[in-house]
């Protein structure tokens, strides 16, 4: 049997160094020299998967294609390798533990004790490489956490396990590490990172690599003593620097020769150059703008960055396609609610605080709290032909927005925000008394109740949308409970909403646009997961041209 070269990703020192960036850049690199690679995260928190976490905790969720909720490197991955994930790509403490409690409950160990060593190591290792097809060169597994954190312990030790089984030449320990600038002696200092390899060593793992995040570069002496007290090759001490954008960092680490000596470790090296020309390219367009553009994202995930974080990304690829900078500021849909206000006071309320943006994106969300800010975002980018792009959640309050406004429809609402009033968002189930259920994930708890992961959608022909994916069969990925009732169609396209991608059944609307608008969509699914540098959504794209258009005019 032939053993795929696996490399394994690990932090010291402190989290958020970004092991993520670290795997993903390492895997752009080595799908320069031409090799396939696959990527895999390993988390040690309890959750069973990330889906119930609040995106204020642990930044966005992200979705597969097979209807997986992933960690957000699973983005960065698809981002840098410009392949789709798969929910065999994610693994966690809490799968882990439920794969080996649900073993026990079974009977599967015939009586014997179960414990984390070897039980849950060894299913730890049974999940490396589940689902790794043979054509893969290499496959990189990230480990979430810092080592020597308690809960991380099991991967440590199964990960240790697993390359004691196939080998150094099959394996690869790269360690990531911090090496501050201390401003006050006005020198680098190893030390954090030396006790960082001790506490792996404590473990039993000699990293080959060490990746040495910093801010400063590191002098030649410096990395001599990181390579002596680490015990590591010096050429194997690679510096990790800042980059303006995480998309230099392919070309960053191939400059500090990361490719050069894994590709030696596996003796793979033959002074081949890596055709970095795609990244060398999208950077290049990235720094070198020729326009500007505000958005707005009206939202309320705002206490993480990470919320919200293929939207940016997206809006990064959008900008090199169109040349443009893209400025995102993340508005909390709160502020556009005060309480005080009559509806006319409002109205210029709204418009006060959203009138210096060129486009406004309303995102995914969930529940009653800031809805009524968002609505009144979607109203006033409607009436003031400001280019307007609703997500799932922005597409359904789209909706509610038109029902109310345009159709008159006062009590129109989505049953996630209200008991009484007229559903024109509902449960689907709400609506389909002959008992045909939505396609659920299978348990019926909190964590497996959405429409999750990639549906074909039809566009109609000649619509705004058609034109702009160029196609008129997509598809697209979701991640939602609530459905705009198709019954509504009629009414809506009467006043001007053309319902413009559907179910290939017909029954769930899936994008909705305003013809006589200068770009309104809204899309039941999350465009911003399949966006990547080499390939930026159309949807996206065009967003941007829109806004880019709308500054002009101003
Ligand atoms: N809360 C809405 C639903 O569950 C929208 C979800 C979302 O925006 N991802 O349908």
């Not at 990395?223 to 800042?242: H, P």
């Not at 979607?378 to 003031?384: D, G, H, K, P, S």
């Not at 069969?473 to 459905?483: C, D, F, V």
Request: hydrophobic letters at 35%.
């Amino acid at each position: 049997m032939t053993v795929t070269r696996t490399i394994f990703v690990t932090g010291g020192v402190m989290s958020s160094l970004g092991k993520g960036i670290v795997a993903s850049g390492l895997a752009a690199l080595l799908q320069a020299h031409g090799y396939k690679v696959r990527l895999k995260k390993f988390d040690p928190y309890l959750n069973v998967d990330p889906g119930t976490m609040n995106p204020n905790q642990h930044g966005e969720v992200f979705v597969t294609d097979d209807g997986a909720e992933t960690d957000l490197d699973l983005g960065h991955y698809e981002r840098f390798v410009h392949e789709s994930a798969s929910r065999y790509d994610t693994v966690t403490s809490g799968r882990v533990y439920s794969d080996v409690l649900a073993a026990e409950r079974r009977g599967d160990y015939l009586g014997n004790t179960v414990q984390v060593i070897p039980h849950i190591t060894d299913r730890i290792q049974e999940l490396l490489p589940v689902d790794v097809k043979e054509d893969v060169d290499f496959l990189i597994c990230e480990i979430g956490g810092t080592v020597g954190d308690i809960e991380g312990l099991p991967f440590i030790e199964a990960i240790r396990q697993f390359s004691q089984k196939v080998g150094s030449q099959n394996s690869l320990f790269i360690h990531l590490t911090y090496v501050p600038y201390l401003a006050s002696a006005g020198e680098i200092k190893t030390k954090p990172s030396q006790h960082a390899v001790k506490e792996l060593l404590h473990v039993g793992i000699q990293p080959q690599i060490l990746m040495c995040r910093c801010e400063h570069p590191i002098p030649a002496e410096a990395r001599r003593k990181l390579a002596l007290f680490c015990n590591i090759d010096k050429d194997n001490v690679i510096e990790a620097s800042d980059v303006d954008t995480i998309y230099a960092v392919p070309l960053k680490y191939h400059q500090s020769g990361l490719d050069r000596q894994v590709l030696k470790h596996f003796g793979l090296w033959k002074e081949q150059e890596a055709d970095l020309s795609q990244w060398n390219d999208f950077v290049s367009r990235l720094r070198s703008p020729k326009a500007e553009v505000k958005i707005a994202v009206v939202g309320k995930y705002n206490e993480v960055k990470d919320s919200y974080k293929s939207i940016l990304e997206s809006f990064i690829h959008a900008g090199a396609a169109n040349e443009a900078k893209v400025k995102v500021e993340i508005l909390p849909a709160e502020d556009l609610e005060p309480q005080s206000f009559k509806t006319d006071q409002l109205k210029a309320f709204v418009k006060e605080k959203l009138s210096e943006y060129d486009g406004i994106l309303v995102p995914g969300g969930y529940g009653l709290r800031g809805s009524q800010g968002k609505i009144s975002a979607i109203e006033y980018a409607r009436e003031n032909q400001v280019p307007f792009f609703g997500i799932c959640f922005g597409m359904q309050l789209a909706v509610i927005e038109y029902c109310r406004n345009v159709l008159g429809m006062k009590d129109a609402t989505s049953s996630e925000l209200e008991k009484k009033g007229n559903m024109v968002v509902g449960l689907l189930t709400e609506w389909e008394k002959d008992g045909k259920k939505a396609k659920r994930t299978g348990e019926e708890d909190m964590g497996g109740t959405m429409r999750l992961g990639a549906y074909p959608c039809q566009l109609i022909k000649g619509s705004g949308a058609a034109k702009i994916y160029g196609t008129s069969q997509i598809s697209e990925r979701h991640r939602h409970r609530y459905e705009v009732d198709v019954k509504i169609k009629p009414q809506l396209e009467k006043a001007g909403m053309v319902v413009s991608g559907l179910s290939p059944d017909g029954k769930l609307p899936e994008i909705v646009e305003l013809p006589d608008h200068s770009w309104f969509y809204g899309m039941q699914f999350h465009p911003e997961l399949k966006s990547r540098p080499f390939q930026p959504h159309p949807m996206f794209k065009s967003f941007i041209q829109a806004a880019l258009e709308h500054k002009q005019k101003r």
